[in-house]
Each structure stands twice: as C-alpha cells, then as structure tokens.
C-alpha cells in the first residue's frame, strides 16, 4: 500500500520553506542585544494584569512533544526568550530592541499600541522604540487578532469552546491545545530547536505537528528576513494562517495545497499588501516595487484573458515550484472565494477539511472531492467558476470598486 495521508510524513508540515523573497520599501533600526529585564515591565507578572491582557501565564508551558519553555531554554544555553501564553497560543519571543523609522510604519504600530494599552495600560501608545517585551507583547495581541479574523472569515469556532447547540454543527479549530509560536531573533536559535525538537531541521521558517500533544508549532528567525517589524508580522501571519487552516477539525486532514498557500496569502496581505514576501522556484527574476499592486495586474490579466484557468489552479500542489504571477492569482481566487456569503463559505471549509481513508488510490480521491466540493459551494461548474470570477475582478479592482472594499 502506498504512503496515505495519516503517515508520520502528514506530520511534519514545512509551509514556507523555500526561498522567501522579501519586497518592502524600507527597513527599520534593529536597536541591538541589550540586556533585557526578567520582569515583564508592562504587567510585573501580576495576576490581574496578566487577567486584563488576557494570558494565562508568562510561562513555563509545554512548547510541544516532550518539551516545555524550560527545556528549550535550557537546551540553546538560556537565550533572552520572552513567554506568554494567551488563549490560543504559547508565545516564545527574543526579538531584539526596533526603532520605527518609517512613517507608515509608524502610523501601523501607533495603533497596534493604542489596542494594546486598553489591556496593558503601562504602554506608552506612542513610543518610537520597541523594547523586546513590548515586541513580544505586540506580537501576542496580533496572533489573537489573526486567529479571531481566521474564524469569523471562515466560520469556524475556536478550539476549546462549548458552543451553543445551534452551531454544534459548525467546523471548528481542532487541535488539543493552542498553536505555539516561536518568533525568534537568531536563525542560529531556530536551526537548534527544530534539529532538537522536529522532524526537520530549519533555520528560516518551520511549522511542525507534535502527534503526542496534538498540537502545532509555527517558528520563524527575523535574522532570515532583514527586514522591517511589519514584514516580520507580514511573515508571521503567513505562516500561522496556515497552520490554523491545517487545524480545522483537527490534524491529520488534507485540504487542497493551493487553499492552504491561498489562506496563507490572504491573511499575511491584510497586515500589508505591499509587502511582497513570497515562495519561489529557484532561478526566478525578482519583481519590481511596482508589481506590489496586485487588484492592478490582475485586472489587467483579466482583460488580457491571460492567466490560468481554475483546472489548473486545483493541480497545483508543490507550492515552491508557483511563480510570483501564480502567487498574485492564486491570492485573487481566494479574496473571491472569501468574498462570498457565509453559506458558500462554510461549505467551502466542509468540501477541504477532514480526514480521508488511507488506500492505494488516496490522492485521486482528494483531488475528486475537492474539485466536486468547490463547484457544489459555489453553485456552479468550473468553467462558469472561470466567468464569475472574471467578472467579480472587474467589479472589485477597479478604482471604484477598491474604495467601496476600502482598499
């Protein structure tokens, strides 16, 4: 019998290792290793200020398999890694100090921190340096953020809840415990933990599921972007969308690669949609910072009536061999498909979630039920799928349409 999708293999998931390539205007001052405090200056560890951010604890926690914050600290030599764990995360942070330097930038962050002082009130809401706790604590209120717009986008419940008997029927974020997250500063820090720790080991970005927790873990070194905070959340967001999409009714269950990518680049363009931070096969040219309007270039590929159909769209499975035009259109059919009413969209994550019997034949019968599920959600074949599409474009990256989507 052939290797079925519940093999140790399913297990480990590398959702963004091929070359990232990052596209972005500026980059911010890294503010260097300084000594940094044990004690967290924005709750002092206090347990009505840790209840009003909404942690649970500043650690110590289970990471994953056979491993807690202690042990990892413990085995890369106690590096300055920052814990908090949140309602769906477990948060390890060692980013270094960052002064903002960009006004866009500037004015992003000012508001991320205007949020965060309504639950940590000691933060100055208009401060030009990022000291490590502050970063980690950003970067806690911006996986809560993404995991409450994954599930209302998706209509999914959250893992743990006890939902209402009228949305018992609702998929929902399967996994046994929240996703941990290592946003670490050294590349050297991740090569270490995933050699240790997962199947694979990498020094960029990694995403891994722990089968005695039952969890996820999604790791990233910023030292392997060089680049400013908001492409590192721009990253983040990429990678964890992922995993959150992998979660839905629980791990192992095989949706279509393409919507995984899609989820991933949907979410991430929402931080930024300058930002251009893509999987590509090797040899490719690097885009211009004018190719960053994508509504523009895929309008006019659209009008051309050059791009790929839908078929080909559904065949796609090895995401570091998609080039940036297949990146752009991909991420066009998933704004379209996310688009759609609440309906359509439940359906869509019934269709591409869920375990398969491992037989001989397994692939063939994925790839069956998800082209039968898409077209049975939309309502329509896929060669209609092709028109509609078409002429949401039209309707929506026009000038017009992007101000009434406030783009």
């Known amino acids: 019998m052939g290797r079925g999708p519940h093999s140790r293999a399913a297990a480990a998931l590398v959702c963004s ?4 390539l990052l596209f972005t205007p500026g980059v911010g001052a890294q503010g260097g290793r300084k000594e940094r405090p044990e004690l967290d200056p924005y709750t002092k560890g206090e347990a009505e200020a840790l209840r009003t951010a909404g942690y649970s604890s500043l650690g110590p926690f289970v990471v994953g398999e056979g491993h807690t914050s202690e042990t990892v ?12 764990e949140t309602e769906h995360f477990r948060l390890g942070c060692s980013l ?61 419940l959250p ?43 990498r020094a960029d970005t990694h995403t891994e599921f722990f089968q005695g927790t039952g969890t996820f873990l999604y790791g990233i070194a910023d030292g392997s972007l060089e680049s400013t905070d908001t492409a590192l959340h721009y990253a983040v967001a990429f990678g964890v969308a992922q995993a959150l999409g992998f979660s839905i009714h629980g791990f192992p269950n095989t949706p279509p690669r393409w919507w995984t990518v899609g989820l991933g680049r949907y979410f991430a363009r929402r931080v ?9 096969a090797g040899g490719d040219a690097l885009p211009s910072d004018k190719l960053a309007d994508w509504e523009t270039l895929v309008l006019g590929r659209v009008n051309a009536d050059y791009y790929p159909d839908w078929d080909s769209t559904l065949a796609w499975s090895d995401a570091g061999e998609m080039k940036f035009a297949d990146h752009m259109l991909l991420w066009s059919r998933m704004d379209y498909l996310l688009d759609q009413d609440a309906e359509i969209r439940a359906k869509l994550v019934e269709a591409f979630h869920g375990p398969v019997e491992a037989t001989e034949d397994w692939r063939a019968v994925l790839s069956a039920r998800h082209a039968n599920g898409l077209t049975a959600a939309i309502g329509m074949e896929i060669d209609e799928l092709d028109a ?3 002429l949401w474009v039209r309707e929506n990256y026009t000038k017009k349409g992007r101000r009434r989507r406030g783009r």
Request: proline share 5%.
């Open 73 to 84: 600290l413990a085995y890369l030599g106690n590096p300055p890694i920052l814990w908090i």
């Open 272 to 280: 930024d949609s300058k930002i251009q931070l893509y999987m590509s």
């Open 96 to 156: 270094d100090e960052y002064k903002v330097v960009e006004t866009e930038e500037r004015r992003k962050i000012r508001m991320e921190l205007a949020r965060l002082k309504l639950k940590l009130p000691r933060v100055k809401s208009k401060a030009k340096t990022l000291d490590p706790w502050l970063r980690a604590h950003l970067f806690a209120q911006r996986l809560e953020e993404l995991h409450s717009e994954f599930c209302e986008t998706l209509g999914v």
């Open 159 to 201: 893992s743990g809840t006890d939902p209402p008997e009228a949305s018992r029927a609702r998929a929902r974020i399967g996994t046994k415990g929240p996703l941990s997250v290592l946003v670490l500063q050294l590349e050297s820090s991740l090569s270490r933990y995933t050699q240790e720790f997962c199947t694979s080991s």
């Open 17 to 20: 290792c091929a070359t990232l």
């Open 388 to 390: 509609a599409w078409c």
